[in-house]
């Protein structure tokens, strides 16, 4: 798997080179993820809801960007190699201050409000989605009334990659995927 910190590089510079007019250009890609490899790198998998955010410049290596912290509250731990907390502050690259937007592709969207099942890793700054939105799934309602995963439109397509975390939990009801990640865990 591809580091965060490349992955930002990439998206970053392709961003900044559209917004700069840049001639010289940069792709980013996104690779497939195992579902076991992406289980295996999250400290916790919670059912959660995102409850506010806020965003705010950052300096790295790879210039001034923007990153957004969003609290979350778990509303169910699926799996978790740390000790309990009922709230935690997740980053996401990207987000908007003032006028000023930077969106960041193939990372995790934290909608407010919006229960989801994320794959969460701890960094030396914090909690981040594992897997940017590959680790990121928004629950919604069939009609029958229950519960599915929704994967991000940024990884729609990883449907089809046989074994990735993307073809084995999209579309799928919550309990059933529940049940694949806690055999994964094991």
Do not use: N, Y
């Not at 509303?75 to 978790?80: G, H, S």
């Not at 407010?112 to 994320?118: K, Q």
């Not at 929704?150 to 309990?175: F, H, I, N, Q, T």
Request: charged share 25%.
């Amino acid at each position: 798997m591809m580091p965060r910190r490349s992955v930002l590089g990439l998206a970053a510079g392709a961003a900044f080179s559209v917004v700069l007019g840049a001639e010289d250009a940069r792709a980013t890609s996104v690779l497939p993820i195992p579902l076991p490899e992406l289980v295996a790198e999250s400290a916790r998998i919670w059912v959660a809801t995102p409850l506010e955010s806020h965003a705010e410049w950052v300096e790295g290596s790879a210039g001034r960007f923007i990153v957004t912290r969003t609290r979350v509250r778990c509303d169910r731990p699926i799996v978790e190699r740390e000790p309990h907390e009922s709230e935690l502050l997740v980053q996401t690259l990207g987000g908007t201050i003032g006028t000023v937007g930077h969106l960041v592709p193939g990372e995790a969207r934290l909608a407010l409000g919006a229960p989801c099942l994320v794959f969460l890793r701890r960094t030396r700054a914090g909690h981040v989605v594992a897997g940017m939105a590959q680790g990121h799934f928004a629950l919604l309602r069939d009609d029958a009334g229950a519960l599915r995963l929704r994967a991000s439109a940024s990884v729609a397509r990883m449907k089809s990659v046989r074994g990735s975390v993307v073809a084995e939990l999209a579309d799928r009801e919550l309990l059933a995927a529940v049940q694949r990640l806690q055999r994964a865990a094991r």
